[in-house]
C-alpha cells in the first residue's frame, strides 16, 4: 500500500492498530502514557481535532502546522517511543503496531463531520468513555483547543450531539 504523503495545513485521519490486532493499551495508565508522548511529540506541529484509543486501535484528526519532513519524523519518534516503553513494562520485544500508520486526507467538510461521528462511535458508551475527545468537545473543554472549532462545524452542540445520536440510532 502506497502512503498518502503529508501536507502542511492540511487535515488527516491517522489510525493504526494493533499487530495480528493485538491490544496495544493493557491499561489506562498506557493510554494517558501515550496522549502525554503524542502530546511532547507533536503538539507544536500539529493541531489534534479529535481523537479515540480503543485497546487494540487508536484513531487521531489532525491538522498538519508543521513541514511534511519535520511531522513524520515527530510522529516516528512519538510511535517508536511508546512502543519501547511498552515493551519495557510487559517484558516483551519487537513490533507492536502495524508497519505504517495509515493515512487518508480529509479534504470535504461533509467526510470529516461523517469522521468525527465514527471515531467518536467507537466505544459502545461513547458518551461516557474516558480516552475521546467527545466528552473535552461536549464541556467545550478550553484545554482541549479544537473544541469550539468542531462544535461551529457542526452548527453548534446541538447538532454536534444530534448528529451522534442519529448515527447510533442508524447504526453507522
Known sequence: ?????????????IYNRGINSQNIF???????????LFK??????VDLLVY????????FVIRILDEPQKVTQAMSNFFNAYVKAFNKMYGRTGSLFEKHFKRIRVDEEVYLKKLIVYI??????????????YQWIIKNDQNFHSASEIIELFGGMDNFILNHQ???ILDF
Open 1 to 13: 500500500m502506497k502512503l498518502v504523503p503529508i501536507e502542511k495545513d492540511t487535515v488527516y485521519h
Open 52 to 59: 479515540c484509543l480503543m485497546d487494540n486501535h487508536f484513531h
Open 120 to 133: 467518536h462511535l467507537n466505544p459502545v458508551d461513547f458518551q461516557y468513555y474516558s480516552y475521546s475527545s
Open 40 to 45: 511532547k511529540h507533536l503538539s507544536d506541529k
Open 26 to 36: 493493557f491499561s489506562d495508565e498506557n493510554k494517558r502514557y501515550f496522549l502525554s
Open 166 to 168: 442519529k448515527a447510533v
